[in-house]
């Protein structure tokens, strides 16, 4: 508690952290301009629209510290999803559903991981490939029509992923949770969090210590697949059926999310923290302006500004230093 | 004497309180060609830094035919025709030759697109006046690196500049392309060109150089003209102590053989074969493009070797990547320090332990902070960084302590064979002695170690024996007591072994 008394120490962790400061600000405005905001169901709900691009923005956040992008997540999250309702429509144990799922993501990352390993891709090119691919075998797949999961045995265990809740927490909010946690854990305290942040810095000199780099690429881009595909099951469980067309933009929500919380895109620079905040912040802006009933037109506008504002804002401190 | 057109004054230059420049005096004269001499870290590039308007300086003045000048940009420095030639080209490589002489000043037709004939009518007179013999349509990759430096000077020229400063031009050239240089020189001084010639190389000082000033550890110690110079009065200007007392040398009684090359050849390297002794330094001495570092690194397992055996402890093995090599206990530490020595977006601590990571973690890969900050607390002290702690930014850091966090990411590792390649490259004189008496203590240790060096000082100063390399091949193995700057030349340029 002395901590959070000590005027200095809170003024110094604010200015180190710019885009939680957008964050409050955003708080303190919606408070003052709506009362529903502040109030428990209405913050839940943030929090659960939150979930999903916060789980892909964490994969995406690996990319991009290694110094590469992962577009194909939107993608990965459909066919993982219409996967996943064609199965449990098929009567599959839900558990096994959900690891399928994951292991599918996991695959297309891999497959990712290889094109820009082995087949020396630009990070950029080969995951524009991926999600033009795998947005087109999921429409053709799905013939263009939902895939609904009503009436299967494991149908109502399995839409307890989106719709249930612990403890009065959703779930999707806790997976969020988790998600955070074990990816901190990993940036900060495994071995291969550090590696990714060498090559982000400096890929030749990190291979130059004996580091084998393609390996670190394989686990990130196998992550983000992996996370791709979690937010499939978790929109597909929500909604209870496999929309063709679902996560279509996602992959630039979730950069949003990760450059807001202060992640460079030439990569080696940024936090889990920070793509946390950056996704409060995209999650808040989207209730904030449909409880202010702004027409959905206007609403991209104002996303945009309030985006650009902040990494403004940021890349000005950073010039500065 | 001749009319002085630049003339730099009681020039201060500190970088956030390191003074690197102390009341340094410089003059340019018009129409005379000027070196500018001095071990690295002595201050040369730092004053023409200024003189072109990189940096700007703490105090002093300039003026320019006598009248004060600022250059706050090198666009002012370039206006009144100072032009500077990196050792470093600054060329883009897939633009042609009329291209590059006029990046930014294409000359336009009415509508503002770009006068193509112009352009290379324009760049074939330059061409011409310089006697290079290429079409202004060729790439500039197409060029061999003593033409591009041809065309560098044809942009200078372009520019107008009345001042050209030369950083090193000959480091990379061949005979033949060194003596088109000076053709172009001297013709350049003979039209009233006014030239700033930075080298270390004394030879060609004295070929066409009419002036030279001598700096050292940051401060101005002469300026004469060159006809009441020799080779060993600037030598002892320039290191202003004896030899001896620079280079700390251990003498190394024979030691069994730990690492055996044997016709190793590649790409870069032909029929390489030496062999290297328990506590022995080996020196490798050459020209830049000797084969030197590319010999370094296909040892290290960066580049594949094609045919050829490395033994180790009497063992053959085989390296296919820098892991394999760590892993044997051979460890490399870069002339390239920012492209692949460090990482400048870690700190101190992630920077020492990034090449020994494993022993800092447990069986599921999470790391052990507090010993990886342990080892860095070590290291700061033993080796004398100087960093505000264990948690400063690389890129924070000076060249000399840059270069000592790249030795100390090798030595974590308990490397037994430790490769040096540059060691010193742009390290300030001061840690310099720091790094000699840092690998003489791991020679002292028993460790084994290769030493690249293109400063033949050092080479002789350090080593045991000495392996010269030229085109890729190895020329000789000279023995410490034989060793000379003059039999290391020679060799350097291609000449048998027997000739010596």
């Known amino acids: 508690m002395r901590i959070l008394l000590n005027k200095a120490s809170i003024k110094e962790f604010l200015l180190k952290n710019k885009p939680l400061i957008v964050l409050l600000i955003l708080c303190f405005v919606m408070a003052v301009l709506n009362d529903r905001f502040w109030t428990w169901n209405n913050i839940v709900t943030v929090l659960r629209q939150t979930s999903i691009n916060a789980v892909i923005a964490t994969g995406m956040t690996f990319a991009i510290l290694i110094g590469g992008i992962d577009l194909s997540v939107g993608s990965v999250l459909a066919i993982c999803g219409a996967m996943a309702a064609t199965l449990i429509s098929s009567g599959m144990d839900p558990l096994l559903v959900v690891l399928l799922a994951l292991m599918l993501g996991l695959a297309i990352g891999l497959v990712n991981g290889i094109l820009i390993t082995k087949g020396r891709l630009q990070p950029f090119i080969a995951t524009l490939g991926t999600m033009t691919l795998l947005r087109g075998i999921t429409l053709v797949y799905t013939q263009g029509k939902p895939i609904s999961t009503a009436g299967a045995e494991g149908s109502l265990a399995f839409s307890k992923i989106g719709t249930g809740y612990i403890l009065g927490i959703p779930i999707p909010v806790l997976i969020m949770i988790i998600v955070f946690v074990i990816a901190y854990y ?123 504002i902040a990494v403004l804002l940021d890349r000005k401190q950073k010039a500065s230093r | 004497m001749a009319e002085k057109i630049i003339s730099m004054k009681n020039i ?42 990189v940096y700007t300086r703490t105090s002093g003045e300039i003026l320019l035919n006598g009248n004060p000048v600022n250059f706050p940009s090198t666009k002012e420095s370039q206006k009144s025709g100072i032009a500077i030639i990196h050792q470093e080209l600054n060329l883009i490589q897939h633009l042609s030759i009329a291209e590059n002489i006029f990046l930014g000043r294409e000359p336009l037709r009415k509508g503002r697109s770009i006068d193509w004939s112009r352009l290379y009518s324009d760049s074939q007179k330059w061409l011409d006046l310089l006697g290079i013999n290429e079409n202004p349509r060729e790439l500039i990759k197409n060029l061999s690196v003593g033409k591009q430096q041809l065309v560098e000077i044809a942009k200078a020229l372009s520019l107008d500049a009345k001042i050209i400063i030369m950083d090193e031009p000959t480091g990379a050239l061949t005979d033949a392309e060194t003596e088109r240089l000076f053709k172009v020189i001297k013709s ?46 600037i030598i002892e200007m320039m290191v202003g102590r004896k030899l001896t007392e620079q280079y700390p040398r251990l003498d190394h009684n024979n030691g069994d053989i730990v690492l055996e090359v044997r016709g190793l050849t590649n790409k870069f390297v032909k029929d390489a074969s030496f062999e290297l002794r328990k506590g022995e330094i080996l020196g490798i001495a050459g020209l830049m493009g000797s084969g030197r570092t590319e010999l370094a690194r296909s040892i290290y397992g960066i580049y594949k070797i094609d045919k050829g055996e490395i033994i180790l402890n009497g063992n053959q093995i085989t390296i296919r990547s820098s892991a394999d090599a760590l892993q044997h206990g051979i460890a490399y530490v870069s002339e390239d320090r920012k492209g692949n020595g460090i990482v400048l977006g870690l700190n101190v601590k992630e920077n020492i332990s990034l090449a020994s990571l494993k022993s800092f973690s447990g069986r599921f890969g999470n790391l052990h902070l507090v010993k990886e900050e342990e080892a860095a607390v070590k290291y700061i002290s033993s080796m004398s960084i100087k960093a505000t702690g264990t948690k400063q930014l690389l890129k924070y850091l000076s060249g000399g302590n840059q270069q000592k966090v790249s030795i100390a990411k090798n030595l974590n590792t308990r490397p037994r064979i430790l490769i040096l390649d540059e060691p010193t490259r742009g390290v300030d004189v001061g840690a310099k002695k720091e790094i000699y008496e840092l690998i003489n203590q791991f020679k002292k240790e028993g460790m084994s170690i290769i030493m690249i060096s293109s400063e033949i000082p050092e080479i002789i100063g350090m080593s045991d024996r000495v392996m010269v390399m030229h085109e890729g091949r190895i020329m000789g193995t000279i023995p410490i007591e034989k060793v000379s700057q003059e039999s290391i030349m020679s060799l350097a340029v291609g000449k048998e072994m027997d000739g010596i």
């Open chain 1, 186 to 308: 990993i940036l900060r305290h495994i071995r291969i969090g550090r590696y990714i942040y060498a090559i982000g810095s400096n890929e030749e000199a990190t291979m130059y210590s004996g580091i084998k780099t393609d390996n670190v690429k394989l686990f990130v881009y196998g992550a983000a697949g992996m996370l791709a595909a979690l937010g499939g099951i978790i929109i597909t469980s929500r909604l209870g059926s496999a929309q063709p067309t679902s996560g279509l933009g996602y992959e630039l929500d979730a950069i949003a999310a990760v450059v807001l919380g202060g992640t460079s895109m030439a990569g080696g620079v940024g936090t889990i923290f920070g793509t946390a905040i950056g996704a409060m912040i995209i999650g808040l802006l989207n209730n904030a302006l449909n409880l202010l009933q702004v027409p959905s037109y206007y609403q991209d506008v104002a996303k945009g500004v309030v985006i650009l």
């Open chain 2, 12 to 53: 201060v230059k500190d970088f956030s309180g390191v003074v690197v420049l102390n009341n340094v005096d410089f003059n340019i004269y018009k129409g005379q060609i000027m070196a500018l001499l001095g071990e690295n870290g002595a201050g040369k590039s730092t004053l023409m830094k200024i003189l072109t308007g």
């Open chain 2, 188 to 233: 350049l001084k003979e039209k009233g060109h006014s030239i700033v010639y930075i080298s270390h190389r004394l030879k060609e000082i004295f070929q066409i150089c009419d002036y030279a000033t001598v700096l050292r550890d940051g401060t101005f110690i002469a300026e004469k003209r060159i006809q009441d110079l020799d080779e060993d009065k």
